[in-house]
């Protein structure tokens, strides 16, 4: 009986083993394909972002230098990453697998396909599958946001060029302003026309600095590709408040916190060590009455 349950514990543990090695990619993920053209310039961005993100588990590409971790993190110059589709390599890098951690929060949709471009650099059989032209994809390495005030109109405007400054048209541009806790969207993406400008309502009530800036960011529909530019433009009502991280306040640094924080703590912290002294002391006069005796 007990070789019975044995046996079972030892084949659950292998069928874990294997099925945890496979690593299945979604059929339609698998065909994806780059919407931008591999060149030197995109190995060159790719390489930026493996130095900071990947090198620490997978060593230096062709060096064979990987952590040694289970599941193995592997060189990705060697066949077992380059037998595998674009489409592959963008899902696991996006979606990760413990230890390897989900990259599709930390970088941008453009590095990780620059980072695949990297990665086929170390390959000379590839060749790049047809770009998908599908949709409009907008890669940071083509685009150029305007951002301006049109005082006349009331309007904050927006071009969209590419770098050979054509306009870029049809696309979706959400503006935003920059808070402390995340950003304020203003109003409804818009998108750009033919000549590449979308025009947003410039906001009312809407409190700047002294002079009456706040940060704008302009931002492609994800959809469209991941470019975004920020611009800081005198759109809104100059106030003369302390900023959030001037005023005492509980979450800033400790110099800065509420004076009744402050001063509570001080005194929690000055009495549990006069009374720390105080017990010292008392042990220190029962040894010396011990000793007298
Ligand atoms: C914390 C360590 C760690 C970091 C950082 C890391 N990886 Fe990984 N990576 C792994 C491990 C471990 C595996 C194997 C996972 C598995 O098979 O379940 C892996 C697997 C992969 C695979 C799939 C390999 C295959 O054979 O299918 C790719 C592609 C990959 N990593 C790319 C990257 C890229 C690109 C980065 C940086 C943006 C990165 N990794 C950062 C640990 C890491």
Redesign the pocket.
């Known amino acids: 009986m007990k070789q019975k349950i044995y046996f079972c514990l030892i084949f659950l543990a292998v069928a874990f083993r294997l099925s945890a090695?496979l690593?299945e990619v979604p059929e339609d993920k698998n065909l994806r394909v780059s919407p931008l053209k591999f060149t030197s310039e995109t190995v060159k961005k790719g390489e930026a972002?493996?130095m900071k993100?990947?090198t620490?588990?997978?060593g230096m590409p062709t060096k064979g230098d990987f952590?040694k971790?289970v599941?193995?993190?592997?060189d990705?110059s060697t066949v077992?990453?380059q037998a595998?589709t674009d489409g592959a390599?963008f899902y696991?890098?996006a979606t990760g697998?413990s230890?390897?951690?989900q990259?599709k929060d930390i970088?941008s949709e453009d590095d990780l396909w620059f980072?695949i471009s990297y990665f086929r650099s170390f390959n000379k059989d590839y060749v790049q599958p047809a770009i998908d032209n599908t949709k409009q994809y907008v890669s940071s390495v083509k685009a150029k946001f305007d951002i301006t005030v049109l005082t006349n109109e009331k309007k904050i405007q927006v071009i969209a060029t590419d770098t050979l400054n054509k306009p870029i048209k049809g696309i979706g541009i959400a503006l935003f302003i920059k808070r402390y806790f995340g950003n304020l969207p203003l109003g409804e993406e818009r998108k750009t026309n033919e000549n590449g400008v979308a025009l947003y309502d410039i906001p009312k009530n809407i409190l700047g600095d002294k002079a009456g800036n706040v940060e704008l960011i302009a931002k492609l529909n994800s959809e469209a590709g991941d470019y975004k530019k920020s611009e800081t433009l005198a759109i809104a009502i100059p106030t003369s408040k302390p900023s959030l991280t001037q005023q005492r306040a509980m979450w800033n640094i400790g110099f800065k916190a509420p004076i009744w924080l402050i001063l509570s703590y001080s005194i929690v912290v000055l009495t549990i060590w006069g009374f720390l002294f105080y017990i010292v002391s008392m042990l220190g006069k029962l040894r010396k009455a011990g000793n007298d005796n």
Do not use: A
């Open positions: 090695q690593w972002v493996f993100n990947c620490s588990c997978h952590v971790l599941p193995s993190p592997g990705p077992k990453f595998q390599l696991k890098i697998r230890p390897m951690p990259f970088v980072v």
